[in-house]
């Protein structure tokens, strides 16, 4: 299948016509789901894609705007445009399942579910990908608010550790710090805080391969949802021979010792115990 072009948001008028707020809030959480999967999927230190407006077109109660990442001499087109196809299929799941779609993350979620709710001037919005054609419309419904709301819902908070790949989201938040650690084995992103003084210690972490330790809270699925991170364990221990995201995630099999991703994983979460 040929990679996506464009994000085609297509919203339908409700009682009245939209207030300039809710348009373009809803292009701005949409906009900033797109770059939360992309730091989910890509967590090195890379240009991140610019979401514009590609064409914009109104016709009775259908507002139409398709969503394209600018060009990067960085990145190659393909990988600018794939959270356009995570998002619009990890929308696609949440219809079906009260579960984190793979690279989202709580926050990721409750931006598409305050997209959904219908509002006084936008009762209905849905998304499709834009390869050429427009493809299959996935209406985010009710059915998706429901699943969301349960996808983020608290259900049980245990201490545990997560294995992963760090990104520091924020090291100015006025509670400490906020994080994402992203499992490549299960494709999903976990949001996390910690106390300002680990900021130098995840922060000289950013983009490496980590177990951090907390309270971690999981939806009614077994999902952890977020993490209150208390400590941070760096893999390998050896700063000297600390391995990128891409090596871990087999670009460079040497780093694991010739072991599957899976089984490297494997092995650091049983050290980590």
């Given at each position: 299948?040929?990679?996506?072009?464009?994000?085609?948001?297509?919203?339908?008028?409700?009682?009245?016509?939209?207030?300039?707020?809710?348009?373009?809030?809803?292009?701005?959480?949409?906009?900033?789901?797109?770059?939360?999967?992309?730091?989910?999927?890509?967590?090195?230190?890379?240009?991140?894609?610019?979401?514009?407006?590609d064409?914009?077109?109104?016709?009775?109660?259908?507002?139409?705007?398709?969503?394209?990442?600018?060009?990067?001499?960085?990145?190659?087109?393909?990988?600018?445009?794939?959270?356009v196809?995570?998002?619009?299929?990890?929308?696609?799941?949440?219809?079906?399942?009260?579960?984190?779609?793979?690279?989202?993350?709580?926050?990721?979620?409750?931006?598409?579910?305050?997209?959904?709710?219908?509002?006084?001037?936008?009762?209905?919005?849905?998304?499709?990908?834009?390869n050429?054609?427009?493809?299959?419309?996935?209406?985010?419904n009710?059915?998706?608010?429901?699943?969301?709301?349960a996808?983020?819902?608290?259900?049980?908070?245990?201490?545990?550790?997560?294995?992963?790949?760090?990104?520091?989201?924020?090291?100015?938040?006025?509670?400490?710090?906020?994080?994402?650690?992203?499992?490549?084995?299960?494709?999903?992103?976990?949001?996390?805080?910690?106390?300002?003084?680990?900021?130098?210690?995840?922060?000289?972490?950013?983009?490496?391969?980590?177990?951090?330790?907390?309270?971690?809270?999981?939806?009614?699925?077994?999902?952890?949802?977020?993490?209150?991170?208390?400590?941070?364990?760096?893999?390998?221990?050896?700063?000297?021979?600390?391995?990128?995201?891409?090596?871990?995630?087999?670009?460079?099999?040497?780093?694991?010792?010739?072991?599957?991703?899976?089984?490297?994983?494997?092995?650091?979460?049983?050290?980590?115990?």
């Open positions: 299948m040929p990679m996506a072009t464009a994000l085609e948001v297509r919203m339908v008028q409700g009682e009245q016509r939209p207030a300039l707020a809710e348009f373009t809030s809803t292009l701005g959480q949409l906009s900033s789901a797109l770059r939360e999967i992309d730091r989910a999927a890509v967590a090195q230190r890379i240009e991140r894609p610019k979401w514009v407006v064409d914009l077109s109104h016709e009775g109660v259908l507002y139409t705007v398709r969503l394209s990442a600018r060009p990067s001499r960085r990145r190659d087109r393909e990988s600018l445009m794939r959270p196809e995570a998002l619009v299929e990890g929308a696609r799941e949440l219809q079906a399942e009260p579960e984190l779609p793979p690279f989202y993350s709580e926050v990721t979620v409750t931006r598409l579910l305050n997209v959904a709710v219908p509002k006084s001037g936008i009762r209905e919005v849905s998304l499709a990908t834009v050429g054609e427009v493809g299959e419309r996935v209406g985010l009710d059915a998706l608010i429901e699943h969301a709301r996808a983020v819902r608290e259900d049980e908070i245990s201490i545990g550790s997560i294995t992963g790949t760090l990104d520091v989201i924020s090291t100015r938040a006025k509670h400490g710090v906020r994080v994402s650690v992203f499992d490549p084995i299960n494709r999903r992103a976990v949001t996390g805080t910690a106390a300002g003084t680990l900021r130098d210690s995840l922060r000289n972490s950013w983009g490496y391969p980590v177990t951090v330790r907390g309270r971690i809270t999981r939806n009614a699925r077994g999902q952890a949802i977020r993490v209150a991170i208390t400590d941070l364990e760096l893999l390998p221990d050896d700063d000297s021979r600390r391995p990128s995201t891409a090596d871990v995630l087999g670009v460079d099999p040497n780093w694991t010792g010739g072991l599957s991703v899976d089984e490297f994983m494997d092995r650091a979460r049983r050290r980590a115990q």
